[in-house]
């Protein structure tokens, strides 16, 4: 019996559909939800939602925020939300790029540990983005 999940964002709703699961990125590690779970909510980590539609897995790359889980609903709230099938690979490359110098230079010139941990979310931003776009296309 499928479940009701409804990805939001500042934009509007990313998502919203009947799935059979879902597994997000939680900030002590990545759980499942599956119809009847027990209700509660958590906040999320820069990471990987896998998503299982009756048409199959859909993969998706979220930005932080919280998730509400009742027995028939699951509220993803999140700044970001971009499935795999609409990421640039080669921009989000470019962007890591760009990440993994800024942390190259920022270790051996500042000690910001402000700054570094902007740009350590940049590359984990990005590498989600890759990972959501490889596996969104291995389908």
Known sequence: MPFELSIV????????????????????????VLPGHVRFLTPLAIGEAVIQTTQGSRYAALSDGFAEVRQDHVVVMVETCEFGSSIDVARAERAKARAEAAIAASRQSTHDENLFRIEEAALRRALNRIAAAKNDRQI
């Open 9 to 32: 964002t500042p934009e509007g709703t990313a998502f919203q559909d009947r799935v059979s699961s879902v597994v997000l990125p939680g900030t002590e590690g990545q759980f499942g």
